[in-house]
């Protein structure tokens, strides 16, 4: 038995706040995903100190969850935003502290040639399975690539590149990354325990992104690519007006919710002036197996209409396919294979280092 979005977000409805109102008429639900027996969330408190006063609710929250049958995991995160209290001086390697101040525009990162974020406006569109798969491709095709994985609400590359164990931190400062498939990688999951609650509040994560991108040894790569959260929140706020990327890519379903919130990601790199390379159609035609019949699930050249519409470059489109999904499941990603979907991520791949773009 499964359990749907729209039940979850009902028994949200239940959970009162202090003071009025519910997680849901609150707005303070971000990143919902409801896969499976798994749900998991973040809630987004206006302050640190409304943090400290809805630890009860996010409890309640998880409890209230549980209790639905046909749900096995709960993942509930608290964040903040606002000024957070003084943190005691790190000891060893700790992720997640405060950004150090930032002064001046964007900067390069040494070693690193070019940084292009992925991102999406809407969630589950594949932009984690696209960014595996083109890093793969591009390394395939003798590129030094770095992936990483910047979705600390819900961090997919241990799963999808096949890696997950703590980097090791020789000095305490320094963290060296792992290495799958050919790429270098490195992602918030690697730090964090399997199913920990870590109120990460906001400006944690702003200290958690810099680090990753600072203190990771990522060697001389041609190309860092960069696996956003879905959205147009503060990773890529903070991303942009920190570090000089070369531009951004957005993934996109055809379908036109997904392309409404790709619409507002476009908006947004436009806004922080990091160039948009190009947008790429996930899920375009669904193939079956079976008899070859070609179905459009989620419609069809939406995206390749909107980019035409912008000016922006459309980069391909990638089918809805069953070893797609099997694959990024068992940590090997279709390009490091053989077979069509390989030969589409390579000719994307082709496409970007044509382009100068990787
Ligand atoms: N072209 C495809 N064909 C089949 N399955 C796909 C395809 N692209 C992605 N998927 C599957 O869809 C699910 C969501 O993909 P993915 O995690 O890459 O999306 P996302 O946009 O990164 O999501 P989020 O932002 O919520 O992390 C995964 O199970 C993935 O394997």
């Known amino acids: 038995m499964t359990v749907s979005r729209e039940e979850v977000l009902a028994v949200l409805a239940r959970v009162a706040l202090p003071g009025g109102g519910n997680l849901v008429d609150r707005d303070l639900i971000r990143a919902l995903r409801v896969e499976g027996d798994t ?15 809805l630890a009860p609710v996010q409890a309640a929250a998880e409890a209230a969850l549980r209790a639905l ?46 940084i292009v974020a992925i991102g999406s406006g809407k969630g589950g569109v594949g932009k984690s399975t696209v960014s595996s798969n083109l890093a793969v491709a591009l390394a395939r095709q003798g ?20 890696v997950n164990k703590r980097p090791a931190s020789p000095d305490g400062k320094t963290i ?25 509040r906001g400006p944690m994560l702003m200290g958690a992104l810099q680090q990753l991108i600072e203190q990771v040894a990522w060697g001389d790569l041609d190309i ?35 392309m409404l919130d790709a619409r507002k990601a476009l908006d947004m790199f436009g806004k922080l002036k990091v160039p948009v390379l190009g947008l790429i159609e996930n899920m375009s035609t669904y193939v079956c197996p079976n008899c070859g019949h070609e179905a459009h699930l989620f419609g069809h050249g939406g995206v390749a209409a909107e980019a035409a519409k912008l000016g922006v470059p459309f980069l391909g489109e990638l089918p809805l396919d069953l070893d797609t999904r099997l694959a990024g499941d068992a940590g090997t990603p279709i390009a490091a294979g053989q077979g069509a979907m390989a030969e589409a991520y390579a000719r994307l791949a082709r496409r970007l280092i044509d382009g100068g773009m990787a």
């Open 143 to 162: 590129r030094r690539v770095g992936l990483l994985d910047a979705d600390i609400y819900g961090p997919s590359q241990p799963r999808m590149m096949g």
């Open 69 to 114: 049958p046909g749900l096995r995991n709960v993942q509930v995160v608290m964040t903040a935003h606002g000024p957070a209290p003084k943190a005691a001086p790190p000891q060893g390697l700790k992720i997640g502290g405060h950004a150090a101040p930032h002064q001046g525009g964007p900067k390069r990162v040494s070693g690193i040639d070019r």
């Open 39 to 53: 749900v998991a969330f973040v809630i987004e408190a206006p302050t640190p100190a409304e943090a400290q006063v």
């Open 224 to 258: 860092l690519l960069i696996d956003l959260p879905p959205g147009t929140g503060d990773i890529q706020l903070t991303l942009s007006q920190r570090f000089a990327l070369t531009g951004a890519v957005v993934v996109s379903t055809p379908q036109d919710v997904a």
């Open 176 to 200: 060296i990354p792992l290495q799958a498939h050919g790429v270098t990688v490195m992602s918030i999951g690697f730090m964090l325990k399997e199913d920990e609650a870590v109120i990460w």
